[in-house]
């Protein structure tokens, strides 16, 4: 054992590019070690680019990277923060981290890399020229460029066209991407284009920029045999080294997007797909025969190139420790190179060779998944050699700092050397998102270090360099410090490990709807991020709000106990909105982040600290009825936001929703694409329009039309891709004297202001006479659609079907929202307590 205590200035970011670490040490067998090799013969680079996560080809980023065993990236413009989410209720930001872990999972499975722009998905756009407007279109031109000359392929391939389809069919950031595409190749060459950038990198020159062509809304025809400009590639070729199919492995990856409902079932046999010719030297046969893909293409290579080559030949696959000695003088030779892209590139490419082929395992565990400025954390950690080869652990450091640890123990083969030790962290930097740090606009993060732009996400929060001695020859490896446990279910769990503030502020209301002068509670938890820590945890409030107590002292003694605060606060007499910002002190500091904490076992967790805030909206809202029942869909807040403005909620169970059970609601509410994502909902529908026939109100939500799905309401409508994308978009109301418009609270234009990211989506297009279209609105330029908001009487009921974004709005705390939402509510309610009369009759 050795001990050792160090002080250290953490380092939150690190700038390399070149990989993307998961948190368990990775563990290659015989054959991934070949493929390995294999690929390290290979001098060649492909960049994948498209909008948004789940967008990407995984079956050509699979074949490239292990067919043609290229370096390849995808580079996606956006996290996919304005999408929906089938796993949980995050929206926006919080989405877009997990969409981005989903990416790195998928790249982790198909053999790719990933990078994005600064660019943030504020939602669905028809149109290019919106998109550019939104995005700042020269700083997203000016990320692409920096990606092409950081990345430098030989040849970028777009997912999409720069086609503007007519009827809006096409998404806006779609079109976008193939455009930046097209216009960074031609400059990125150009020293006087964005030379800030060429203080980290050289302009380069991509030699070609192809089209994935493939059918969308039959637009485009995906066969192009002999014609010219179109290059066929068979991307379902079998690697017997992986076991699969290149469909096979796409399959796995494209599954890792399970927030968008991406699962993917993998396919066999010849699957043809084709690359249009864009820019660039046109090539006669293949995409890269103008390009030399040897060694030959650096200076020196050449004898590297026979050395590899030699060793891949005799590579033993019972034995990979053999060719541990042949590797190392390989090493030697990259690390000689003049070129620094490819020795960067191929020396991180053969050291991963080299301690697969030993089968060395080395980690570094914290007693705890996080720390703050002060603490001292207990490392633990293990390291084993399981070969004969000659292996000497000399020292551990951390990069840029005096060693903290000189063992220089001799391996011997599968004996495994314990470390353990103290770390005193001085000054370290939270572990936020870096590009969450600042305040972003609609359509841009804001980054100012050029060196993290397009990185997937921050650096490990530490990382330690483990020097070795192989067969007497200096070898280093890098590996983050992690947290790890065993779960009974689960076995080894991983979990990142974090620097926090000491102290987190959460305000368990993220909207507080007033809808009258009475006052409301906004509860406030305070956690420790460490122990003993005492302060007074206060509310700030807009101008004409008040609070009462202005302050509460609370005093936690243990790490990760909580202290609950409760605020009165009385709203203004008129209409007003704002933020009530909640706030901690501690030794003289005053902290105002959060504690949200993203854990759903298939990604990595992730520990975010966003503002703690929550907004207050004071508004003039009547409803009738009291009892909701809701049909959670595939995930969102609309039940916490309806409960804010005094409705009884309760979350249905699909397995156990009966006629006579949903008799005890006022209304029943169907979440977001519920009849997407539940299969019981074929069983549950005749229950549902039992409801309605016998006086209930039931309210359905956007849905995507899909094969076999029910008919949702009681009379057929047909559901359509037709949607409003400009949130300013004006609506019109259709039916003014409808109880839904006229009562209880009077519908205005005023009602469709300040609503984010869009009106609505998945509209229906055909309805039957006997439902009365309420709302009208379209995107400039279009017809206007009438299907966003249907109502028709069925029996003594009401059913209501409507495709405008309520999840959206309802969390977002956007006042005509709520006003709308309560009248859809209230339709058929005599009275506020209706359904306590029928609770009553139910007995």
């Not at 066929?232 to 690697?239: A, G, I, K, M, S």
């Not at 956007?702 to 409508?717: A, C, E, H, L, V």
């Not at 209880?744 to 984010?756: H, L």
């Amino acid at each position: 054992m050795n001990y050792r205590r160090l002080t250290l200035l953490v380092l939150s970011f690190c700038a390399s590019i070149l990989t993307i670490k998961a948190q368990a040490p990775e563990k290659l067998n015989a054959a991934e070690i070949k493929q390995a090799l294999n690929k390290l013969e290979v001098l060649g680079t492909v960049m994948y680019l498209a909008a948004h996560p789940d967008d990407e080809n995984t079956r050509l980023i699979a074949y490239m990277a292990n067919e043609q065993k290229l370096r390849t990236a995808y580079l996606a413009m956006t996290r996919g923060d304005g999408g929906q989410n089938l796993v949980g209720t995050e929206i926006r930001e919080l989405l877009g981290i997990i969409r981005t872990q989903e990416l790195l999972a998928a790249r982790r499975t198909d053999g790719g890399e990933q990078f994005f722009t600064r660019a943030n998905d504020f939602g669905y756009s028809k149109d290019p020229d919106e998109t550019f407007e939104i995005w700042e279109g020269e700083d997203v031109l000016s990320d692409v460029v920096w990606n092409i000359r950081r990345f430098r392929p030989d040849v970028i391939i777009t997912r999409f066209d720069t086609a503007r389809v007519e009827g809006g069919r096409m998404h806006g950031h779609h079109t976008a991407s193939a455009i930046l595409a097209q216009r960074a190749f031609d400059i990125a060459a150009d020293p006087s284009v964005f030379p800030e950038q060429l203080k980290y990198v050289e302009p380069w020159q991509p030699k070609g920029l192809y089209w994935n062509t493939y059918n969308f809304g039959g637009s485009f025809v995906s066969n192009h045999v002999d014609e010219p400009g179109y290059f066929v590639f068979d991307l379902n070729q079998y690697n017997p080294l992986l076991g699969k199919s290149y469909d096979e492995i796409s399959a796995l990856s494209r599954s890792k997007h399970k927030s968008q409902g991406f699962g993917s079932t993998g396919r066999r046999g010849l699957i043809p797909e084709f690359l249009m010719h864009w820019k660039g030297e046109l090539p006669e046969i293949d995409i890269f025969e103008n390009i030399d893909q040897t060694w030959g293409r650096v200076a020196g290579g050449k004898e590297i190139g026979a050395l590899i080559k030699k060793a891949n030949d005799n590579f033993d696959m019972e034995d990979p420790a053999a060719s541990v000695k042949e590797l190392l003088t390989i090493r030697e030779k990259i690390n000689g190179l003049e070129d620094e892209y490819w020795k960067q590139v191929k020396g991180q490419e053969v050291d991963r060779i080299i301690k697969a082929s030993l089968g060395l395992y080395f980690e570094l565990v914290a007693n705890d998944y996080s720390a703050v400025n002060g603490e001292s954390i207990h490392i633990s950690g293990e390291a084993v050699n399981r070969s004969n080869a000659a292996v000497e652990l000399e020292t551990i450091t951390f990069e840029g700092y005096e060693s903290i640890m000189e063992p220089y123990k001799t391996l011997k083969n599968n004996e495994n050397f314990d470390l353990v030790w103290d770390l005193d962290l001085n000054e370290p930097k939270i572990s936020q998102p870096y590009w969450l740090e600042k305040e972003a606009s609609l359509g841009m993060y804001r980054v100012d270090d050029q060196q993290l732009r397009g990185l997937p996400q921050n650096a490990p929060t530490i990382e330690a360099t483990f020097n070795f001695k192989i067969e007497g020859k200096a070898v280093s490896f890098t590996t983050p410090i992690v947290y790890k446990t065993n779960d009974r279910v689960d076995g080894e769990v991983y979990r990142p490990f974090v620097v926090t503030p000491p102290v987190f502020v959460n305000t368990q209301q993220s909207v507080l709807i007033f809808p009258d002068n009475e006052t409301k509670q906004i509860d406030v938890t305070v956690t420790a991020g460490t122990n003993d820590v005492s302060g007074q945890v206060s509310l700030n409030l807009p101008d004409g709000w008040k609070v009462s107590p202005a302050s509460v002292d609370y005093a936690i003694a243990n790490k990760g106990g909580e202290f609950r605060a409760e605020f009165q606060v009385l709203p203004p007499a008129g209409a007003s909105e704002g933020f009530a910002k909640a706030q901690v002190t501690y030794e003289g500091q005053t902290y105002n982040k959060g504690l949200k904490v993203i854990d759903y076992g298939y990604i990595p967790t992730q520990t975010i600290f966003p503002d703690s805030q929550a907004k207050v909206v004071k508004l003039d809202l009547k409803k009738k009825g009291q009892y909701v029942g809701y049909i959670m869909g595939s995930g969102d807040a609309v039940p916490e936001a309806l409960e804010q403005i005094g409705y009884q909620v309760t979350l249905l169970d699909p397995d156990n929703i009966t006629a006579q059970s949903l008799a005890n609601y006022d209304a029943v509410i169907v979440g977001v694409r519920a009849y997407n994502t539940i299969e019981r909902m074929r069983v549950i529908q005749p229950e549902l329009m039992e409801y309605v026939k016998g006086g209930g109100t039931m309210i359905a939500q956007y849905n995507t039309s899909m094969r076999n799905q029910p008919q949702i309401g009681p009379y057929p409508f047909s559901i359509s891709r037709d949607r409003v994308t400009k949130e300013e978009a004006e609506v019109r109301i259709l039916a003014p004297n409808h109880p839904l418009i006229d009562g209880p609270n009077k519908i205005t234009a005023k009602d469709f202001e300040g609503w984010v990211q869009e009106r609505g989506l998945y509209f229906p297009n055909e309805w039957d006479e006997k439902y009365t279209t309420i709302l009208s609105a379209n995107d400039p330029g279009e017809t206007p659609k009438n299907g966003g908001l249907l109502v028709a009487e069925y029996g003594e009921g009401y059913f209501v079907y409507t495709g405008y974004s309520w999840f959206r709005e309802l969390p977002a705390g956007v006042s005509g929202a709520f006003r709308i939402f309560a009248n859809m509510i209230s339709l058929g309610q005599d009275t506020p307590d209706s359904a306590a009369l029928k609770i009553e009759n139910n007995k």
